[in-house]
């Protein structure tokens, strides 16, 4: 079941398994205490009032009082508390009977000895229990002499006695689940940056890899969701890609397609336009030439930017003087601009390195591009002005015109992939340019980082 490959049972194992091993080692401290015995005595804890009772009770019941009896009755206690001292002081105050004795005792008690004796055990340490022989206080008494230590509970006296080791069992636990929390966690962070860097890494195709399932717990199948997303946004790249190979495919064969009949047709204009005509019909004629060029330019820049999309574009850059290149290309347009009326203003001063390193027919292209959307869209302020700029950090070309701005309508389409064009070849050159357009006119600038 997936429940039991989770990571939340896995720790709760951790966690059962840490609680299992406390309980394992007090249950073995336990078993070493009341199995196996405290310090060679019973493994109950003694109790002092009992014991006492119990001494006054087998003391009374004895009658003969001879060594042989008081011997068995103190080997019988010392059975029962192995750690206990026993002796007995007869009628005229002898001693006569010693068990485990240490204490150096006098051979004759007398009545000042005996209660200095008493009145230094009374309430000290050892626990001591005089009682009279028999029913008659004549007959002597017997003294059991035990140590208080042993009175305590038996976990006390391990603490006490093997309270270290006790101390280092406890620290070693706990390093124990902290070690194995740790490496459950590592294992968790290890592969949690694992997918992070399956992620962040991108094949030959722009996308993620997938990773290696090691497991099939949350991140087991958080891993597996990575890989079909991966899976599908390849599939989704490969359908795309095919999909733009086919549109660029049909462009291509579309523009090569439409130049045939555009040929013809410019062809038969010209031939029409060389018959006798009326004034409306030469205007007919070439409002029909005016078109035919914006279709073919139109044709021509929609194969340039399929080309350019799809990086089959010939591109060869090298250094040239791109003052001289500039007046070159406005020596070519300004007959063209002449013929329809344009104020004319070129202002170009040489840069401090005028070496660029572009593709000429590409900057031409770009130049090309602008100049034919000043003649479709700006003709109404019939003023075009070109000028070079040079800053601290950068020289320039601007372009201005006297228009109504590129937000106003035009009667001439397809400006759009124009200045799309433009604009990949300008970042193609790693050039820099920017487009203000007011109702007054508009101003485009391209920029040489130096």
Not at 118 to 127: E, L, M, T
Not at 357 to 381: E, M, T
Request: with cysteine; charged share 25%; net charge negative.
């Amino acid at each position: 079941m997936k429940f039991f490959r989770s990571l939340l049972v896995k720790y709760m194992l951790i966690i059962l398994l840490a609680i299992f091993i406390v309980q394992i080692s007090y249950l073995a401290i336990a078993l070493c205490v009341f199995g196996f015995g405290q310090t060679g005595i019973s493994s109950k804890v003694l109790i002092g009032s009992e014991m006492e009772q119990q001494w006054h009770t087998e003391a009374k019941s004895i009658k003969n009082f001879t060594d042989e009896v008081i011997t068995q009755h103190f080997d019988d206690w010392q059975k029962q508390y192995p750690k206990s001292s026993m002796f007995w002081v007869g009628e005229d105050g002898t001693l006569l009977t010693t068990v485990n004795v240490e204490e150096q005792l006098p051979s004759k008690w007398t009545p000042a000895y005996t209660t200095k004796f008493i009145k230094a055990r009374y309430g000290g340490d050892p626990f001591t229990v005089i009682a009279f022989l028999g029913d008659n206080e004549s007959n002597g008494f017997i003294v059991f002499e035990i140590s208080k230590e042993l009175f305590e509970p038996p976990l006390i006296n391990v603490y006490e006695q093997y309270g270290s080791i006790v101390l280092f069992g406890v620290i070693a636990i706990i390093l124990f689940f902290i070690i194995i929390s740790f490496l459950f966690f590592r294992g968790i962070r290890k592969r949690l940056l694992h997918l992070q860097e399956a992620m962040e890494i991108r094949d030959v195709d722009g996308l993620p890899i997938e990773t290696k399932v090691k497991k099939k717990d949350e991140i087991g199948q958080l891993e597996q969701s990575f890989n079909r997303m991966v899976c599908e946004l390849r599939e989704s790249k490969n359908r795309e890609q095919k999909e733009e190979q086919l549109r660029r495919e049909l462009i291509a064969n579309l523009s090569h397609d439409l130049r045939t009949p555009l040929t013809k047709i410019r062809a038969q204009s010209y031939s029409i336009s060389k018959e006798a005509l009326s004034e409306d019909g030469k205007q007919a004629i070439q409002a029909m030439e005016t078109s035919i060029v914006s279709v073919d330019a139109l044709i021509e820049n929609l194969m340039s930017y399929t080309l350019l999309m799809a990086s089959k574009y010939k591109f060869e850059a090298k250094k040239i003087n791109v003052i001289r290149f500039v007046r070159e290309q406005m020596t070519t347009w300004y007959p063209v601009f002449e013929k329809e009326g344009f104020e004319i203003d070129i202002d170009l001063h040489s840069f401090e390195k005028n070496e660029w390193q572009v593709d000429p027919i590409w900057l031409g292209r770009i130049f090309d591009n602008l100049f034919q959307n000043i003649l479709r869209h700006a003709s109404s302020g019939n003023y075009v002005g070109v000028e070079s700029k040079t800053t601290e950090h950068y020289d320039a070309f601007i372009i201005k015109d006297h228009g109504n701005g590129m937000k106003n309508e035009s009667n001439a389409k397809g400006a759009g992939i124009g200045l799309s064009i433009v604009d990949i070849m300008v970042k193609g050159m790693n050039l820099d340019w920017d487009i203000e357009s007011s109702d007054s006119g508009t101003k485009i600038t391209i920029r040489h980082y130096k």
